[in-house]
């Protein structure tokens, strides 16, 4: 069965813990399918180019249609011309989000739980606080964990405890309204405080 490691207020190992039975079985798919959509909803969309239509001008033929040893051309906002409309450009009035329901988000989330503690990357502390404000204090934490990337999940983190972790390159502070499985997911490993860690196991 898959388990959390707890930690002391060292955060160093002390016990573990085992997920409920439920996180057994679920498909891989619910983490794919949120992970595509949370991905989606980060685009910016801002791409845009004018077609022949939107382009200003035009409205004059640019040479007469015989006699000038050139091309024909009915206006200069062609796609042929510098200046001229953009053909199958880009469009910024195009939807990217993709619908996913409450479920596969709540079976996402319990699938990349449930990765992380098959290989003993989730840890579960009483508490995630830095009352120094000190970036040295929080990278002292990453450094007794001894793992290439963490995110910290507090259930409300304080000022002083962002502080600290907001220059550390290879770790996250959220609460625990921002969690979600992408982030779980992308990081090496997890170390939330237990009363988020409680209210996830114990939502149906």
Not at 57 to 67: D, H, I, R, Y
Not at 118 to 138: F, G, H, M, R
Not at 155 to 183: G, H, I, W
């Amino acid at each position: 069965m898959s388990k959390a490691i707890i930690l002391d207020n060292q955060f160093e190992k002390a016990s573990e813990i085992d997920l409920p039975q439920r996180y057994d079985g679920i498909n891989e798919h619910n983490l794919y399918l949120y992970v595509k959509s949370y991905l989606a909803s980060l685009r910016a969309n801002s791409a845009s180019a004018k077609n022949r239509g939107e382009v200003s001008g035009g409205g004059k033929k640019p040479w007469s249609q015989k006699g000038g040893g050139r091309a024909r051309a009915g206006s200069i906002t062609s796609p042929v011309f510098v200046g001229g409309g953009v053909s199958h450009g880009p469009s910024n009035n195009r939807n990217y989000d993709l619908k996913i329901n409450k479920k596969q988000k709540k079976l996402a989330l319990e699938y990349a739980l449930k990765q992380k503690t098959e290989n003993a990357k989730l840890y579960i502390t009483d508490s995630i606080a830095v009352a120094s404000s000190k970036t040295k204090d929080a990278q002292a934490i990453v450094k007794t964990l001894g793992e290439r990337s963490v995110l910290f999940v507090c259930q409300m983190s304080d000022e002083p405890t962002f502080l600290a972790f907001r220059n550390l390159k290879n770790c996250y502070l959220v609460d625990a309204n921002e969690l979600n499985a992408y982030l779980v997911a992308a990081f090496h490993s997890v170390v939330m405080e237990k009363a988020v860690f409680d209210e996830i196991i114990q939502s149906k």
